[in-house]
């Protein structure tokens, strides 16, 4: 990986979030799409996002330009595929390493950064993992940016089958459930990936759960799934905010 160089972003820079898939139409069309849940957890207008579809093949900017960091959403899809634009989405996300541009990868995202950046991605062995989970903060995440201030355990909603199965080089482990040892990590001092999803409301979570009760009933261990179904995750949620403070900084750094 060639040598991280700073990129010129103008303090009220926006933000933009690369969204590689879609979720259910009935969800969909009642509480929106990826992109606006994101948004409205870190509390931003539609004019302070950009939204550019990398599954349906939407051009990436070749530089940071005017956007202060980068959210990566989740997918219906799998790393493990090799889509033509996943795999054009990964190197990508490693030139925006290089520049040293705040990201945030979540369940998709963050499985694509370490897919990116030399890690390896599968299905975990022990199945399917979803719904409100206990995650353990680890001693690495005391003086972390992103994870720093939040308590030693708190919930989150979880919702995935894939997950990193073996880290990159200098990856620091955050954060893990039972089920999940990379459920938050830190790839690059600005860049961190999150198994779980921060931008789940509990209705949300609710609904995903429904969706998937025949997957549950399946592949999914006693142990991993939801005994406390839809509860509220506000630690999780509060780290949307604190990433977009963290690109702010950034911003106000480099301009």
């Not at 996002?49 to 349906?56: I, S, T």
């Not at 290089?98 to 945030?104: F, N, R, S």
């Amino acid at each position: 990986m060639s040598s991280r160089r700073s990129t010129d972003r103008p303090g009220n820079a926006r933000l933009l979030i690369v969204q590689t898939g879609s979720t259910f139409p009935q969800l969909r069309a009642r509480r929106g799409d990826f992109a606006d849940w994101f948004r409205v957890g870190m509390g931003l207008d539609r004019s302070q996002v950009e939204v550019v579809r990398a599954d349906a093949g939407h051009v990436l900017p070749r530089t940071a330009g005017d956007h202060a960091g980068v959210i990566v959403t989740g997918s219906p899809s799998m790393v493990s595929e090799r889509l033509a634009w996943s795999e054009n989405t990964a190197a990508w996300l490693r030139s925006m390493v290089d520049q040293d541009v705040p990201i945030l990868g979540v369940c998709y995202g963050h499985q694509l950064l370490a897919h990116a950046l030399g890690g390896r991605v599968d299905f975990h062995p022990g199945g399917r993992e979803i719904g409100t989970v206990r995650i353990e903060r680890l001693a690495a995440a005391g003086e972390d940016a992103l994870l720093g201030s939040s308590p030693d355990v708190f919930k989150a909603h979880a919702s995935h089958q894939q997950s990193v199965l073996e880290l990159p080089s200098d990856a620091v482990v955050l954060a893990r459930s039972s089920h999940d040892p990379h459920h938050a990590v830190r790839y690059a001092p600005n860049v961190w990936g999150l198994q779980f999803h921060p931008e789940f409301s509990a209705g949300i979570m609710r609904d995903y759960l429904q969706r998937r009760r025949q997957a549950m009933n399946g592949d999914c261990p006693a142990d991993c799934c939801a005994h406390r179904v839809g509860a509220p995750a506000p630690t999780a949620r509060r780290l949307l905010r604190r990433f977009r403070d963290i690109t702010r900084r950034a911003s106000a750094r480099s301009a």
